[in-house]
């Protein structure tokens, strides 16, 4: 199916753990970008990337880490879990008509 | 550099009724603005885009907005209000077309449809 899928829909880890959630768009959109969304801060800049291969800090990006070796993928890294990264996460990608964002990841860290 | 107010946090309509969803905004730039839903466990869907062509702007599912540059606001309205237009609903603005991350999006409002 076309568009922008994420997985796992639903995750719990815990505390400590390194956790990776995956971006996949069939479209070969240029931008992608991770969000966060969390009750009172909307919505949430974590990391975006501009093409394969070169990617950027958004505002909360720390604990995060991010890699695009193919222009369709682009998967989110936690490297060790914390309870504040409790939240559902957003990937999206963009072209002049808009972004298009994913179904979400509602992760929950223990 | 561009920012987005959106009054109110809460809606509540009858089914049936006008729906009114505030947006204000702040552009250094001519701006291009943005309407999203977001429905319970989805992500964001695009509901229409201004893109300076027309003042108003009709989108998906029967809603529709104006810019007024004099009010600096892009309001989404709906005539009638139905129980499946219950959602979040998004504003978000930016200062160019391109694909660049520089989307910023309002607070939100969650729009409440009484039967």
New interface residues.
Partial sequence: DAGITQSPRYKITETGRQVTLMCHQTWS???M?WYRQDLGH??R?IY?S?AADIT?K?EVSDGYVVSRSKTENFPLTLESATRSQTSVY?C?S???????????TRLTVT | AQSVTQLGSHVSVSEGALVLLRCNYSSSVPPYLFWYVQYPNQGLQLLLKYTSAATLVKGINGFEAEFKKSETSFHLTKPSAHMSDAAEYFCAVSGDMDSSYKLIFGSGTRLLVRP
């Fill in positions: 959109h240029s931008y970008f909307g919505l800049l975006y501009a950027d958004g957003f999206a963009n072209d002049r008509g808009g972004r298009y964002f994913g179904p979400g």
